[in-house]
């Protein structure tokens, strides 16, 4: 997959070795540049907005966000549990599929739950009675699988053929709809406006016999609404059309789009050698820290890469191959031309890491996790917010 983010924004001027090695620096004024824009959307297009808890839960921004948007969505009872411990406004809660024991939890938590198909909710049924008895508030949604592809990876489309995301749009009966207050759909991953707006083209024709009498749609997220040529103008007139169309509450959940280039992650050249090109071993591990470059596969930007025209020094122009200390033979990064001498010690950095690489480290081969920074470009105010020790990989384990 090809990254179309990866801008450095104000960490042109981050000197990378004010934080210890390796380290995500988070910059909260670019956070709140993206939560401006889509908080605009929000009020131009008169819906609510929701922020992705699995992109990027780093629960210290909590009241960034909260400052600006209507609450967040959650993906099951963990995080259902962190958005009512830390976070402000409404919390929409979907899972694939719920475990009974948890159930309970999530409803109290959650302002909207939403499940996966009409026979969850059916067999759930005693235990929604039980708790909107007892005066739990909240309301009941279904996700709708479109059956309309817009993805180019499988691995990322949840309309993918057999997809088991979503209750296929076209088994969808009066009964369902009764058992509901909402629809939810998820079907995008960084996309732009016309995605959707087939996407809905093709739901709009399913759904229609029931306008009037859905409280909410919630079109889930996988809008990079936040990058800067997305078709915004474009999408606040589909919304606002959608609405009336509808009569419901129109809902949106990106979390990429949050934390868009946003954050960094920096690490140190450990050693290198050379077999057949220059490779470099350094405490970033892809396996550990950004799972994503070998799941997507896609090679993350590097902050001030050299691109081959702009190179003056050839000694320090050619590609080094840069992966991780673990010993998977596949703890590959990339080959990067980089901005400063291979040798041990020195520091780089990935751009756009904010989003689903913190949320998705592990201490695979006892690997340590970065520290967490919080710098304010604006203000140049930065402080540690958390930093991992051995005891955190040994607490993990048993
Ligand atoms: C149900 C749901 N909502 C919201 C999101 C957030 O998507 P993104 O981070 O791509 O905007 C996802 C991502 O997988 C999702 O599954």
Redo the contacts with the bound molecule.
């Keep these: 997959m090809e990254t179309r983010a990866g801008d450095p924004g104000a960490f042109a001027r981050f000197d990378l070795s004010r934080v210890d090695s390796p380290a995500f620096v988070v910059d909260a004024a670019k956070l709140r540049a993206n939560l401006r824009i889509l908080a605009d959307v929000r009020d131009r297009a008169g819906i609510r907005m929701l922020s992705?808890l699995?992109?990027f839960s780093m629960w210290s921004t909590a009241p960034i966000i909260g400052e600006y948007l209507d609450g967040v969505?959650t993906?099951g009872l963990w995080e259902a549990r962190l958005a009512g411990e830390f976070y402000d406004g409404e919390i929409a809660t979907?899972c694939a599929a719920y475990k009974a024991e948890d159930l309970d939890e999530i409803l109290r938590l959650s302002d909207h739950v939403i499940f996966n198909t009409a026979m969850q909710i059916e067999r759930f049924r005693p235990v929604i009675e039980a708790a909107r008895a007892r005066g739990d508030s909240f309301d009941i949604g279904l996700?709708v699988n479109p059956l309309h592809a817009e993805g180019d990876v499988p691995r990322y489309d949840?309309c993918a053929p057999h997809s088991r995301?979503g209750f296929p749009i076209d088994q969808l009966t009066d009964a369902h709809v009764d058992l509901i207050d909402g629809i939810?759909m998820?079907t995008?991953?960084?996309q732009d406006f016309e995605p959707l707006r087939r996407t809905w083209d093709v739901a709009f024709d399913w759904l229609e016999p029931w306008f009037g009498q859905f409280k909410w749609l919630n079109l889930?997220?996988?809008?990079h609404i936040t990058r800067a040529d997305y078709q915004r103008d474009e999408l606040i007139a589909f919304l606002r059309d959608m609405r009336e169309d509808t009569g419901a509450e129109i809902y949106m959940?990106?979390?990429?789009?949050v934390a868009l280039d946003a954050g960094i992650l920096t690490g140190t050249i450990l050693d290198t050698h050379w077999n057949g090109m220059p490779v470099a071993v350094t405490d970033i591990s892809a396996t550990c820290h950004m799972p994503d470059v070998i799941e997507a596969p896609y090679r993350p930007a590097m902050l001030g890469e050299q691109v081959p025209d702009e190179i003056v020094d050839e000694g320090q122009g050619g590609a080094v191959r840069l992966g991780g200390p673990s010993c998977l033979a596949g703890d590959v990064i990339g080959d990067y031309r980089l901005p400063v001498p291979c040798e041990p010690g020195r520091r780089f950095a990935f751009l756009d890491q904010a989003?689903?690489s913190m949320v998705k480290t592990t201490t695979f081969n006892g690997v340590p996790l970065p520290s967490i920074w919080l710098w304010d470009s604006e203000t140049d105010a930065l402080e540690c917010i958390r930093a991992f020790g051995y005891e955190d990989f040994r607490g993990r384990l048993s």
Excluded: N, T, V, W
């Design positions: 992705a699995k992109a969505c993906s979907y996700r949840p995301l939810h998820h995008l991953c960084e889930g997220g996988g809008h959940e990106p979390g990429e789009a989003h689903y």
